[in-house]
């Protein structure tokens, strides 16, 4: 009973170097979306996707992207990390009428130093 | 961007007493939704409120989405020690499709046994 899965659970990187966090859903759910925390601002969406092969911005898109070629992957990738991409990292999934209901992993802690 | 505004940022109370929060905007919303984090964990929902003026209960959890559309209440009884975490609340922005949810700034709550 999987839910959503996200690798890696730490993960500390330099200035400018580039990787990869992966994220997969078990529940063949449509709707796929990634956020990012940081103290005191709750949670901001970065991208999401409404089905395989469609994406589209949130509100914090700046730095990253991300691709859905499969129902049960969407990952994000930081093109040259930033110290101001240091953040705690969660991905959701939830069915296309999910009123609201969103299932989360357990998330990513990112350092960039 | 959407602004939610959540008070108290944090409580720490006694085993045995009784929680409120709340959580206000400047818009309308039709859709609120409360969730809890636990310590190291993605967010989790507990009550989904889709009517105004509507009071669910979950457990010793009960919400409230405001008459006017602008606000929504929690309130847990008898409070005990896994009741810790981070409580958000999050409205929905517009009605179909992709979920698009806006985040409060969370209330922190810690509950000594």
């Known amino acids: 009973n999987a839910g959503v899965t996200q690798t890696p659970k730490f993960q500390v990187l330099k200035t400018g170097q580039s990787m990869t966090l992966q994220c997969a859903q078990d529940?063949?759910?449509?709707?796929m979306s990634w956020y990012r925390q940081d103290p005191g601002m709750g949670l901001r969406l970065i991208h999401y996707?409404?089905?395989?092969?469609?994406?589209d911005q949130g509100e914090v898109p700046n730095g990253y992207n991300v691709s859905r070629s499969t129902t049960e992957d969407f990952p994000l990738r930081l093109l040259s990390a930033a110290p101001s991409q240091t953040s705690v990292y969660f991905c959701?999934?939830?069915?296309?009428?999910?009123?609201?209901?969103?299932?989360f992993g357990s998330g990513t802690q990112l350092s960039v130093l | 961007g959407q602004q939610l505004n959540q008070s108290p940022q944090s409580m720490f109370i006694q085993e045995g007493e009784d929680v409120s929060m709340n959580c206000t905007s400047s818009?309308?919303?039709?859709?609120w939704l409360w969730y809890k984090q636990d310590p190291g964990e993605g967010p989790v929902l507990l009550i989904a409120?889709?009517?105004?003026?509507e009071l669910t209960s979950n457990g010793r959890l009960t919400a409230q989405f405001g008459i006017t559309r602008k606000d929504s209440f929690l309130n847990i009884s008898a409070s005990i020690p896994s009741d810790v975490g981070i409580y958000f609340c999050?409205?929905?922005?517009?009605?179909?499709?992709?979920?698009?949810?806006?985040f409060g700034t969370g209330t922190r709550l810690l509950v000594s046994p």
């Open positions: 999050a409205v929905q922005l517009g009605n179909t499709g992709f979920q698009k949810l806006v």
């Open positions: 996707s409404v089905g395989a092969g469609i994406t």
């Open positions: 409120l889709y009517k105004a003026g």
């Open positions: 818009s309308i919303f039709n859709t």
């Open positions: 959701a999934s939830s069915q296309g009428q999910g009123l609201g209901k969103l299932f």
């Open positions: 529940m063949n759910h449509e709707y």
